[in-house]
Structures are given as structure tokens and as C-alpha cells.
């Protein structure tokens, strides 16, 4: 999916005993979904964008600007 251009944030809690991904650009996404290694946390915050992203179009609502971080060269 070309529009990929959102934050995740990965965090790993060791109440939940996993990785927690939010998704902090979308209203009301503060943990989103979660995985029990790094790597399923990221496949699964994709997967969770991608859906987002779709129900967003499919609603008509407008997606949020992403949040743009301009490293220093």
C-alpha cells in the first residue's frame, strides 16, 4: 500500500508481556494492536494501517495528516 506514511510506535509492556503498536496520527488508536516478538508487532501495525486506511476511504472521511519528522542532514 503506497500511502504507508504514518508513525507506529512500538513499545514493548511488561504488564501486557508483548510489543504494543500505536498508530498516533489516527484519533482513539493509542495501542492498536500488539505482538509477541518485534517483528510480528511491525507486520501486524501494517496490517492495522492498512485497515484503517480502508475504512477510512470506505466511510468517505478524509485519512490525517501524517506526522512528518524532518531529520537533520
Same mark, same amino acid.
Given at each position: #500500500?503506497?500511502?504507508?506514511?504514518?508513525? #507506529?510506535?512500538?513499545?514493548?509492556? =511488561?504488564?501486557?508481556?508483548?510489543?504494543?503498536?500505536? +498508530?498516533?496520527?489516527?484519533?482513539g488508536?493509542?495501542?492498536?494492536?500488539?505482538?509477541d516478538?518485534? =517483528?510480528?508487532?511491525?507486520?501486524?501495525?501494517?496490517e492495522?494501517? =492498512?485497515? +484503517?486506511i480502508?475504512?477510512? =476511504?470506505a466511510a468517505?472521511?478524509? +485519512?490525517?495528516?501524517?506526522?512528518?519528522c524532518?531529520?537533520?542532514s
Open positions: #500500500m503506497n500511502k504507508l506514511k504514518y508513525q #507506529m510506535v512500538i513499545q514493548w509492556s =511488561e504488564e501486557d508481556n508483548c510489543f504494543l503498536v500505536g +498508530l498516533p496520527d489516527f484519533p488508536q493509542h495501542w492498536r494492536t500488539h505482538g516478538t518485534y =517483528e510480528l508487532a511491525v507486520k501486524n501495525g501494517i492495522a494501517l =492498512e485497515s +484503517l480502508i475504512a477510512y =476511504e468517505g472521511d478524509s +485519512l490525517p495528516e501524517p506526522t512528518v524532518n531529520a537533520a
